[in-house]
């Protein structure tokens, strides 16, 4: 039986030591910078809908995920998380954040 698995997505960086430390082996190749942006908006979406379906004992491990991809977005968009996590406070300051609950129904003109 062949012990084939294709995946044909992104993956961390350690993922090709930890096969190989296995005893499997990991085809890989460094992807161009489009097709990485595009891998990695293809990952957050992959990430987010793992946290949607995670048990409450994994929440902790995909938001990590998710801050990951989030990370190395913001790299690319280059900027730093830092920036981005003060990017975000600047935004809550001005328009609130989420911790409230608050579902907006309708408006009216």
Do not use: C
């Not at 890989?28 to 793992?50: F, G, I, N, Q, S």
């Not at 995909?62 to 990951?68: F, I, K, R, S, T």
Request: zero cysteines.
């Amino acid at each position: 039986m062949n012990g084939t698995v294709i995946h044909r997505k992104l993956v961390r960086d350690l993922i090709p030591d930890i096969v190989t430390a296995k005893g499997g082996t990991a085809v890989t190749r460094v992807m161009e910078p489009d097709e990485y942006r595009a891998a990695l908006h293809t990952k957050l979406a992959e990430e987010a809908e793992e946290l949607l379906a995670a048990a409450p004992g994994e929440k902790l491990g995909e938001l990590a995920d998710l801050l990951e991809v989030l990370q190395a977005l913001a790299t690319v968009a280059g900027h730093t998380l830092d920036e981005v996590i003060g990017a975000a406070a600047a935004k809550s300051a001005k328009r609130g954040g989420f911790g409230g609950r608050i579902w907006l129904e309708e408006t009216q003109d």
